[in-house]
């Protein structure tokens, strides 16, 4: 089985930088994925890696360590549209993503 | 639009009832995912068909069932309805870069 572990809160002020850390148990490991959800909505993607390393994509960046099971999602230049919950999903075979219970980041002026 | 349409949006019954949710996938897609978000929780896996089939089953209840027909449109049923299942469905399609999600469907149970 899988198992993701991303803490369940977090604040931050305007204009700052927060790092959301997400830890996972996984077999048949084929890539880690971000999401931001806003509430009611849907998911949508953020950021993908598969090899080590940072991922940069304007504000918004991630990092993976395939040996150590770790990624983290870094979000730059805080704005009040940041807040929302940010979702860490690892996909193994068969394409299925499995999601962590997410994030819930609150940006506040 | 994400391409991924899902109806109805709104879905409000009462306990003991049965639903149908349906979705479908973007065009050209053969895969969709049924997941479950009940509120302020993360996305549980139900269900995937791939191309008619079911291909991978998570924690999906025996009173939910699920198909995909030729046209690639998928259908979750959700039957004897209780309180907790009130929830936000989600489906998906997927490609190299991982889902695009449907709006989803947020079923009320009273």
């Known amino acids: 089985g899988q198992n993701i572990d991303q803490p369940t809160e977090m604040t931050a002020t305007e204009g700052a930088i927060v790092q959301i850390n997400c830890t996972y148990q996984?077999?048949?490991?084929?890539?880690l994925f971000w999401y931001q959800q806003h509430a009611g909505e849907a998911p949508t993607f953020l950021s993908y890696?598969?090899?080590?390393g940072l991922e940069e994509k304007g504000r918004f960046s991630s990092f993976l360590s395939r040996s150590k099971g770790y990624s983290y999602l870094l979000l730059k230049e805080l704005q009040m549209k940041d807040s929302a919950s940010y979702l860490c999903a690892v996909r193994a075979a068969g394409n299925k993503l499995t999601f962590g219970g997410g994030t819930r980041v609150l940006v506040k002026p | 639009d994400s391409g991924v349409t899902q109806t109805p949006k709104h879905l409000i019954t009462a306990t003991g009832q049965r639903v149908t949710l349906r979705c479908s996938p973007r065009?050209?897609?053969?895969?969709v995912y049924w997941y479950q978000q009940s509120l302020d929780q993360g996305l549980q896996f139900l269900i995937q068909y791939y191309n008619g089939e079911e291909r991978a089953k998570g924690n999906i209840l025996e009173r939910f069932s699920a198909q995909q027909f030729p046209d690639l449109h998928s259908e979750l049923n959700l039957s004897s309805l209780e309180l907790g299942d009130s929830a936000l469905y989600f489906c998906?399609?997927?490609?190299?870069?991982?889902?695009?999600f449907g709006s989803g469907t947020r079923l009320t149970v009273v």
């Open positions: 998906a399609s997927s490609d190299p870069l991982g889902y695009t």
């Open positions: 065009s050209g897609d053969l895969s």
């Open positions: 890696n598969v090899l080590d």
């Open positions: 996984t077999s048949g490991f084929n890539g």
